[in-house]
Structures are given as C-alpha cells and as structure tokens.
C-alpha cells in the first residue's frame, strides 16, 4: 500500500472514531481530531523526505482495480507539484483545527460533526492531488464539494445556507461540463486502442484540433469556476463571507488550488494544442482578474470580502504564471499556489480572531489594534504584507517568477500585472491603516490579544513565509522537475534573450 | 396430425410462478377471514416473488432462447430486466404492506355512507396485493414479447391493475380517483395508438414479430407510408408508459395523486419494464429503419431531459418533483436507447436498477412524514426536518443526490455509463444537453437539501412517524443499494455487461 494511500486513510479512521465518541464531549473530539491531523502532517512531510527529487515520473505510485468495465482504477502517485500541494494541505488543517478551536460551537448541528467533515474533507483534499485516475479525480473533484456545502450552511454566519448553495451550485455545473469531456476523453481512447482513465496515457493520445478545443473548453470552465478566474468569480465573496475563518481558509487556501493544478495537470497535458490557441484569451482573463480583483479589494468594507477579491487577484497572477508558457512562470505559478495557501491562512485566521473578539467584520468598526492586542495586529500586518508581495516573504519570490516569465512572451500582460502589485499596496495598506492604527474606539478597547493556542497556529503559518521567502531553494528544487516535464510535453519553450547591441 | 406448440415452461416459469401467485391472492380475498388476510396476503406475494426470482435465476444462464413459439424471448436483457423487476417488486411490497395508505373499500364512493361504515368498522380490503402481482407479470412479459400482440397483451396487464392502483388512497380520495381516472383515459388512448401502430406495421410486414419486421425492412419493398405512420404510433404507446415530453402530462398528477407507495412503485418498475420493451422493440424490430425514427427520438430526448430538470424547480410538492425528476431521467434513459450500442444497452439495465431502488426509497421516506391529515407533500412544511430527524433526512438527500448524478452514488454511475454510451454512438449533443440538465435539476434536488437541514423548523404539526418495520428495511435496504452501487459499482456493472444483449 502507498503512503498515499496511507495519508488518505488517516483522517478517515479518524473521522471513524470521532462517529463513535459521545457528542457530549466536544473537547476530546477536537483532541481527536487535532491528533489526526498532526498524525497526518507527520506522514506527509516523512513522505516528502522520500521524495526523489531528480526522478521525472510518478513516485509512491499505486494501482488498483475499481470499475472493471470502464478500465477505471484507484490510481494515485505524486510528482513534484502534487507533493508540495499534499504538503501545504496536510500543514494547514491541523494549523485550521487549532485557530478554530471554537469556531464549531455556534453552528446548526454539533462540534462531532464539524470535525467528521472537516476530516473527510481532508482525505479527498489529499486524494485530489494524488490521483492519477481522471475518473477518480473527477469523484473526488465533485464529492469533496459537499463536505464544503455542509461546513459552509452548517457553521457559518450570515447568509450561510444561500452562500453554501451558490458555491455548491457554481461548481457542480462546472463539474458537469468536465464530466462531458473527461467522457470524451476516454471515448477517444478507447478508439485508439483501449479505453483507460490514465492520466499518463491519456496525454499520449493524439486528438484532433477542433475536439480538443471542445474538451479543452469542458476542463477549463470547470477550473475556471474552481480557481476562481473572472468572471467566474461571483461565487467566492459570499462564500467567504459566510464560511469560519477555518473553512475559508480551506477552501480558497487548497480547494481552489485545485482549480490551478487542474489547469497544469489536465488542460495542459490532455490538450497542448488546444491550450496554445486558448493561450491569449486566458491571459486576457487572468490579467482582468488581477486587476478587477485589486480595485474591488480596495472598496471593501468586510474584512472576508477584502480577503477573498485579494484572492481573485492572486488567482489572475497563479493562471498568468501558468499560460506564460515559460519555466519561470510555470514554476513561479505552482510555487505561488503554495505561498496563496499560506498566506490565505494567515489573513483568514488572523481575521477570524479579529472578527471574532470585536463581533463585526467590518473594517471600520477596528482602529488602533495595535495597541490593544499587538501580537494579534502585527500577525495580521505580516500577512497582509505577504499579500502584497513584500520581498523578504515567500510570496515575492513566486510573483517575482510569475512576472518575469510572463514578461518574457507577453509583455503587455505582465506590465499590467505589475500594476496589481501596487494595486494590492493599497488595499493592504489602506486596511492596515484602519484597522490597526489610528484611534482605539471605546467598542474595540476590550479585545484581548492572542492566546498560547492561536500564537501556535499562527507561527509555523509566519514561519513558512519567511522561510521560503528567503530560502525558496527546497520548494523550487521540487517543483522545476514537474515544469520541465510540462513544458516538453507541451512543446514549448523559453524564448532566448535577445542581446541588444 | 396437430402437434402441441412446445412453449418452454421453464423459460416462462418466472412469469406463471408470479400470474399463479397473483390468482391465489384473489382467492385469498375471497374466502379467508378479515383478521389473517392482510398477513397472508404480504406474505404470499412476497413468497411468489422470492420463488419466481429463484426460477429466474436458475435458467439465468439459458439466455438466447425463444419461448411460447418465438414470441418471448428470453435472453441476457430480458433475463436482467425481469429480475430488476421482481427485486424492485419486493421493495414496492414492503412498502405497499403498511396498509394506512389504502382506502378500506375502494368501491365505497368517497364520503358516502358506505366509506364511513367501511372505516369505522375497521374492515380492509387487500387487493392491492394480487393487483401488484398482475401487474409485475405483465411488466415481466413486456420486455421479452417480441411480437406486437403480446406485447400488446403484456402492455395492458402491465397497465390495467396500476389504473385501479392509483386511486385506492385513503386520503385525499378524489384526488387520487381523479388521478387513476385521467391515467386510464390517457393510457386507453395511448394504448389504441400502439395497437394501431402494430397494425400498421403488420400491413408493412406482413408479420407480428419484431424479426419478421426487420427482414421487410432490409427486404424493402413494402409501403414505406405504413412503416413510418407504425414507426410513430407504437412510438406514442412507448413514449406515453415512459412518461416522455410531450406525453408526459399525466405523470406528475397520477404521481401525486395515487398512494405513494404505489407511486413509488409505479416509477420505479413501470419504467424498467417500458424502457426494456422500448430497447428490444428499437433495437431488434426497427434497427434497420433508424434513419426514420433516431433523429426525432433524439429530439424527445433532449426535449425531455430539459423539460423535467426545468418544469421541477417551480413545483412545491415532493411527490410533483418526484415525478418531473422521473421525466428527466425518462429522457436519460432515452438517450441511452438512441446510442443503440452494447454499451447503451448494460447502461440502460443498470441505470433502471439504480434508479428504481433511489426512486423506491424516497417514495418510502415521503409515506413517513406526516401531520394529523396523512403524508404532508408540501416542501415548504419539511423545513428543518434534519433537526427533528436527521437519520431519515439524511436518506432521503442520499436518494436525492443519488437523483442529481453526485460521485459516490449509484446515480452518478448510471449517468456516466449512459453518457459514455451516447458519446460512443456519436451523440455528442446528447451529452451535451444531458450535462446541462444536470447541472439544471441539481438545483431543485439541492433545494430540499437545503430546506431539510438549513432552515429553521417550521412551527406545525409535521412529524415524521416511527416507520413500520417493513417500510424500515425498504428504505434501508434502497439506501445501502445506492450507496454500494456508488462505491463499487462493479458488482452490479459487470453482470449488467454480460447479460446486455438481445437476440433477434
């Protein structure tokens, strides 16, 4: 059995226990919880020290028979994108189940439940970047929506059942259209010689130009509406809005990941032709994306809303590293999918807490929480700085690529995109401002700094982004491997500098 | 010198085990007391369909032989569908024993003096049981007729018991006397046009059976006029038993107003039964004439499929969703029969186990929500169940989800096994409409989720009874189906594979 299997099967047991404690007993559940979550986090970063580097192909592979009829196996293996992916996830829930250690008593049904959730919602993060079976990736694609829907209508606040069901909506319709293609997929494989939901086989097919644009097509909305890419955006606000800081941070931190990795993983390999004829349109969007996504940021009034348009942005900056088409890019854009999670994470549950002890999530209700509470103001104040790039944070690093690769080949786009980054010193700097400095009002005077439990959350989130912001060497070590093998098969290449005279 | 017709008895054995099951009901209702009847009568039926299956499963393996001088025949598809039959059948009986849901005289006119004598002397008529069994004969019969006269037969023994069904409820007797009223009058008139439609085609052919057809077919010279007027009036008789748009109308009242467990029942079998004699009638009689009637069948398709996703979102009441959900999977399994392929074919036989279980089950669930009056229909009055009853509002979203084509229930592989199959015929429009009528009916199937678990409750006296033991292991055992049939669909897949074929 594969250690990936492994990984998926943790939390599961997990969830299998927590089922059978009293509901009474909240506090043990979350102990539970909290140690499979660590238990899982161990075994991913054991795994990554098994990791060979220099290998091209899959590793941790495993194969099994599950609907015989379709060729359709239970099929997972990593390269070096899904491994620091699995990496970032298997980090951030635990760091989620200890910032959040109350945010499950006020919802519609108990704390058992919310951890059962969570954790499955935890398998099928993990198994969505393992899998190397389109069909098992496209379960687990659609399955893991409902553990969210659950999270967000259950737990949340505000318009949470609407909000739960727009996500829910939004993405189940870009999943069908996946369904379409991924059928199309295996249709035109089965004519070339067997049928097969193999990822590495199916990149082999030769498909004609005007199909692959169709399943192109059906891939790319499915992701587009997961990344979420403007305008398929519209879900995400009201998600964020509505969902705990813990659930937010989950779902833009790694499930909307999925929509990115789903780009590189699927479109790319499945259809390169297709993906250079889409090329222009895409980085169109991605470069409306950075834009749209910082104006509106700066005229937020809801922290959450703030966090999530930030996001949208970023999402722009993650597709126009990925259809740059250049190594620099491509790496610059998975390296950032990494940086995202955790810097989301900072913000969300910084927020969390800030919202959390003042009992309002807009901005203006804050004022000079620096001098109340400073642990807490200066964690929000490094994650906002890691939103907007501060050199020093890992997050530099990955914009950094993902403008210098994209500048190469389209230099309009990525001028464009630099605006973003000024862009996002405004809307970090005008929150910032507001809420940390300036007057105390009477209302925001009681609110209580962070307690040994949240500094342990929040440091490894710090800790990670300074890390790799000045030592991204580990992390690009992995991940230039799975670029390298993208860009050949894609069939493209850096353009050489030219040396003016 | 006249020699007997050889008519295979072991072949036909399931089918007599069921018709003979059903007689000694009859004569149960005639000559054993009150008291023992409805015990008795459960348990014969149940009994007959256990036996019947048995046969069945013993001459499983002597698929591809005609029987009753070659107008049956029983092979791998016809051998599956009639199994499919009787499991769905037992489920519908467990549901059909809580007798609260039927009228204790259903010849009593409603409110009349008789009815009320009827109830209060606490008397119960059990017809109901033998009718079922009628009709699980002839839903048996229907997909392995290959000739028009018994299908003709089959169509009617199938039809005429679930007439009376429909109007037995206890409750709400008008409506449901008006519902098994407008389902006679309108399957009457369907039925004439099937009858007409094989008369048609015999003037073609100069023959009743389906093989006889395709030779005119491929020998050509017949009148061209009589095969395609034949072509679309046995089409209307087809298409009106699926509940397809444009004859769909009748569905969503007669689903509302006949008892729910014979809804539930109805939907589930009715349509196994329809859509393997609307297979073998298309595959095996009118292959060879496809390019007169797939094009217009494909349009029903798409027309039906988006019709059922859209109609649902504004209806109000369970048993009316329920019933514009099962036109769009009517138009589902439609667009597996115009892939007219192998695949289409093992699609079709698994979808109507996996459907019929989900649909059994949720029909189950809406018998035990009730208030003082009976079953309570109406959503807007099921807001907030999930707190007063989580297990059973749970159930009921993992039939809905199952409905809606989510991963991980047998619904999902069903989809995805009719939609391979219409992209390997080259449909790909087909997949293209089913993917958005998807994505359109999980709205509505999402909604009662929504409303079942996100809502507060509403403040009356809706409450969800304490369920009879036998509905119990009804919905149970429809649960476990839909979810196994999700996690290891091959269990099932793989004997669906073998047995889809027909022989001409």
Not at chain 2, 108 to 129: C, K, N
Not at chain 2, 296 to 323: E, H, N, P, Y
Not at chain 2, 471 to 478: D, E, K, N, P, Q
Request: with cysteine; proline share 3%.
């Amino acid at each position: 059995m594969s250690i990936l299997t492994t990984l998926q099967l943790l939390p599961l047991i997990g969830a299998g226990l927590i089922a059978f404690l009293p509901v009474s007993n909240a506090k043990l559940v979350k102990q539970v919880a909290l140690g499979f979550a660590v238990l899982v986090m161990i075994v991913s970063i054991f795994m990554a020290f098994g990791f060979e580097k220099s290998e091209r192909s899959l590793q941790f592979s495993e194969s099994r028979s599950w609907i015989s009829a379709f060729n359709i196996n239970y099929a997972v293996g990593i390269d070096g994108m899904a491994l620091v992916l699995i990496l970032m996830t298997s980090i951030l829930v635990p760091i989620v189940f200890l910032a959040g250690w109350n945010e499950s008593e006020n919802g519609r049904w108990s704390v058992k439940t919310f951890y059962i959730l969570l954790l499955v919602l935890e398998t099928m993060m993990i198994g969505v970047f393992a899998a190397t079976d389109v069909f098992l990736f496209y379960v687990i694609f659609e399955a893991m929506l409902l553990p969210v829907y659950f999270l967000i209508g259950g737990y949340g606040s505000g318009e949470r059942a609407a909000a739960a069901m727009k996500f829910l909506l939004y993405s189940l319709f870009g999943g069908l259209l996946m369904l379409a293609s991924v059928i199309g997929l295996y249709i035109i494989s089965t004519n070339q010689g067997g049928g097969t939901f193999d990822i590495t086989k199916l990149s082999e097919l030769s498909i004609d130009t005007a199909t692959q644009n169709w399943l192109f097509l059906g891939f790319f909305i499915a992701f587009a509406i997961k990344a979420p890419l403007w305008p398929f955006h519209t879900w995400l606000p009201t998600a964020a809005k509505s969902a705990t800081a813990g659930t937010s941070t989950l779902l833009l931190g790694v499930l909307d990941k999925v929509g990115t990795y789903g780009m590189i993983r699927f479109c790319m390999s499945f259809f390169p032709e297709a993906t250079k004829t889409f090329t222009p349109a895409i980085i169109t969007l991605a470069v409306i994306s950075i834009l749209y996504g910082a104006f509106l940021a700066i005229g937020q009034k809801d922290i959450n809303s703030l966090i999530a348009f930030t996001s949208i942005s970023h999402f722009g900056f993650i597709t126009l590293g990925i259809f740059a088409l250049t190594s620099q890019g491509l790496s610059g854009a998975i390296f950032y999918m990494v940086n995202h999670g955790f810097s989301t994470a900072a913000l969300f549950l910084t927020a969390g807490w800030m919202i959390k002890r003042r009992g309002s999530s807009q901005i203006a209700d804050f004022g000079g929480l620096q001098r109340v509470a400073p642990v807490l103001a200066w964690s929000f104040f490094l994650a906002g700085m890691s939103a907007l790039a501060l050199p020093g944070l890992s997050s530099f690093v990955s914009e950094f690529l993902v403008l210098v690769g994209s500048f190469a080949k389209y230099p309009v786009a990525a001028i464009l995109g630099t605006t973003g980054i000024i862009l996002a010193s405004l809307y970090v700097l005008l929150a910032v401002q507001r809420a940390l400095h300036g007057e105390t009002p009477t209302s925001a005077a009681g609110i209580i700094d962070l307690n040994l439990r949240e500094k342990i959350a929040i440091g490894p989130v710090i800790a990670v982004l300074v890390l790799l912001g000045f030592y991204p060497k580990p992390a690009l070590d992995v991940i230039n491997p799975t670029t390298q093998t993208i860009m050949t098969h894609v069939g493209v290449s850096d353009p050489i500098a030219k040396v003016v005279k | 010198m006249l020699t007997s017709p050889k008519l295979d008895y072991a072949l036909l054995a399931p089918i007599l085990i069921i018709l003979a099951t059903a007689i000694l009901g009859v004569l149960v209702e005639a000559f054993i007391k009150q008291a023992l009847r409805a015990r008795l009568q459960l348990t014969i039926s149940l009994a007959g369909i256990v036996i019947a299956f048995e046969q069945l499963y013993r001459v499983r393996n002597q698929g591809s032989s005609m029987a009753a001088i070659t107008s049956v025949s029983i092979d791998g598809a016809g051998i599956f569908l009639q199994g499919t039959i009787l499991v769905l059948a037992f489920v519908g009986i467990l549901l059909i024993a809580d007798q609260d849901h039927f009228a204790p005289q259903a010849s009593a006119l409603p409110g009349s003096i008789e009815e009320a004598a009827a109830l209060e002397s606490g008397r119960a008529q059990t017809e109901v049981f033998p009718l079922t069994l009628f009709a699980v004969s002839g839903m048996m019969l229907f997909p392995v007729a290959t000739d028009f006269i018994t299908l003709f037969v089959a169509l009617e023994v199938l039809s005429l018991p679930l007439y009376l069904m429909a109007g037995l409820s206890r409750r709400r007797r008008l409506l449901s006397q008006e519902a098994a009223l407008k389902y006679f009058l309108l399957g009457a008139y369907s039925s004439a046009f099937f009858l007409f439609g094989a008369a048609l085609l015999y003037g073609y052919s100069g023959s009743l059976s389906l093989n006889g057809l395709t030779d005119a077919i491929h020998g050509g010279g017949g009148n061209d006029v009589f095969l395609l007027l034949g072509i679309a009036f046995v089409s209307v008789g087809l298409l009106f038993k699926v509940g397809a748009v444009p004859f769909h109308s009748w569905t969503p009242d007669v689903y509302q107003g006949a008892p729910t467990p014979i809804t539930g029942f109805m939907a589930a079998a009715t349509k196994a039964a329809a859509f393997g004699a609307t297979m073998r009638i298309f595959y095996v009689g009118l292959d060879a004439a496809q390019w007169s009637w797939k094009p217009i069948i494909s349009v029903i398709a798409v027309v039906t499929m988006l019709f059922g996703a859209i109609a649902a979102i504004s209806q109000r009441d369970i048993k009316r969703i329920l019933a514009f959900s099962s036109i769009a999977h009517a138009g589902f399994l439609l667009t597996a029969v115009v892939s007219l392929n192998q695949s289409g074919l093992a699609a079709l036989l698994f979808y109507s186990v996996a459907y019929g279980l989900a649909t059994l089950g949720a029909f189950g669930v809406v018998t035990l929500i009730r208030d003082s009056a009976g079953e309570v229909s109406d959503i807007n009055r099921w807001l907030g169940l999930g707190k007063k009853s989580p297990l059973i509002a749970a159930t009921m979203s993992l039939f809905l989800l199952s409905f809606a084509g989510i991963p991980l229930t047998s619904g999902f592989v069903g989809k995805f096994a009719i939609f391979s199959a219409a992209y390997e015929s080259g449909n790909i429009y087909l997949v293209v409409v089913g993917v958005l009528a998807s994505a359109i009916a999980v709205f509505f199937y999402l909604r009662i989720i929504l409303m079942l678990f996100f809502a507060d409750a509403s403040n009356d006296s809706v409450s969800v009874v304490i369920p009879p033991l036998l509905t119990r292991v009804a919905i149970f055992l429809s649960a476990i189906v839909t979810i196994l049939l999700g996690l290891a669909p091959s269990i099932l897949f793989d004997v669906a594979q073998n047995f889809a074929y027909f022989i001409r």
